[in-house]
């Protein structure tokens, strides 16, 4: 039998204000690894979701090309036209090794042009990667305090490259009542099972609420606190009980800079994981109420934390699966990390 993973215990920061009794945890370097090196940009491929943002995209891939043409890069664009295009596109690209593939969108979009650079590359030396971020949560870009377009392209030009881990996740195409067959996605931020993806769905059928519609399916989510029952298993050990939420993070934030992960690091080989056990409707509020003031729900005793080099989920219905800020599959699902997959422009 494989033994438990050991939990990681927070330590809390004493020079913070105590919010709901407790201090903030001290957070993890986002790099845990120096930088491998500079290198002197010559092409960057411009990989850009137009609809990102309120449809701003195309305005920040107009001016990131001006710029870039500027400091005397060549630049490529491709524009995606639908959802998922950003995957054909760079699975399809006829690169040279050191050419820079830069992102302008959120999350998602790095997500789905990881997607197709991997499926391709996964064997060769790792792409290079860079954000520009127009999208509406950016959590990675958050977490490298990227400060706008601007500084986006001043990094790109500085070329000072940090590795990047990454993660295959294996699952089944299509939410549940509407599934597929089987695929492959990398993430680069974030993997949610549980409440947070029920929220989400609910917020998704009340897109005229506005921005306020996330609250609102979180409140509603939390009434309903229905069961939700899996079977997890981490690096060989099972644990099955009745769950809230996992939280799955390479990064540190999620959403509007939410901080869901506070020991994350990018480049340490592993992920990490906050598992929020089955709980009463007042629990899951005050661990929702903690993890808004600067990640103290860690300290919560119904939140376990760990890392992890590989993961699978089990339900006895298929149930949705959030990746990088998508909706786009159903369990099972498997997971591995990828170490140093990817290099990364910072």
Not at 87 to 101: G, R, T
Not at 116 to 142: C, K, Q, W
């Amino acid at each position: 039998m494989t033994p438990a993973p050991e939990p990681v215990v927070f330590r809390p920061d004493s020079d913070s204000k105590k919010k709901g009794g407790l201090h903030r945890p001290m957070f993890s370097p986002v790099f845990s690894c120096e930088s491998i090196g500079v290198i002197k940009p010559s092409k960057v491929h411009l990989m850009v979701n137009p609809y990102s943002g309120k449809k701003k995209g195309d305005k920040v891939a107009n001016r990131a090309q001006s710029l870039l043409e500027e400091a005397g890069i060549e630049v490529v664009v491709h524009r995606s036209t639908h959802p998922s295009h950003l995957v054909q596109l760079a699975a399809n690209i006829d690169s040279a090794e050191d050419d820079i593939f830069a992102v302008v969108g959120g999350d998602g979009s790095m997500s789905e042009v990881i997607t197709g650079l991997m499926r391709n590359t996964e064997d060769r030396n790792p792409p290079i990667v860079a954000f520009i971020p127009a999208g509406t949560g950016n959590s990675h870009a958050y977490d490298l305090k990227i400060e706008g377009l601007e500084d986006a392209v001043d990094r790109i030009v500085s070329g000072r490259v940090q590795k990047l881990d990454i993660s295959r996740v294996t699952l089944t195409e299509g939410l549940p009542g509407f599934e597929k067959g089987e695929m492959t996605w990398y993430s680069h931020n974030l993997v949610t099972w549980g409440l947070g993806i029920d929220s989400n769905l609910i917020a998704e059928r009340m897109r005229f609420l506005g921005p306020i519609r996330y609250d609102v399916g979180i409140v509603m989510s939390i009434l309903r606190n229905r069961r939700r029952q899996a079977k997890l298993i981490l690096d060989g050990h099972v644990m099955e009980s009745d769950f809230t939420l996992f939280l799955i993070q390479n990064t540190q934030t999620g959403g509007s800079g939410l901080p869901l992960a506070p020991g994350a690091s990018i480049d340490d080989g592993l992920m990490d994981i906050g598992i929020l056990n089955r709980m009463p409707r007042g629990a899951i509020l005050k661990a929702f109420g903690l993890l808004k003031k600067e990640g103290r729900h860690v300290f919560h005793p119904s939140v376990v934390y760990h890392r992890f080099k590989s993961l699978r989920i089990e339900t006895p219905e298929p149930t949705a699966i959030n990746i990088d800020g998508e909706n786009i599959g159903t369990t099972p699902m498997d997971m591995t990390v990828l170490p140093s997959a990817l290099r990364l422009l910072v």
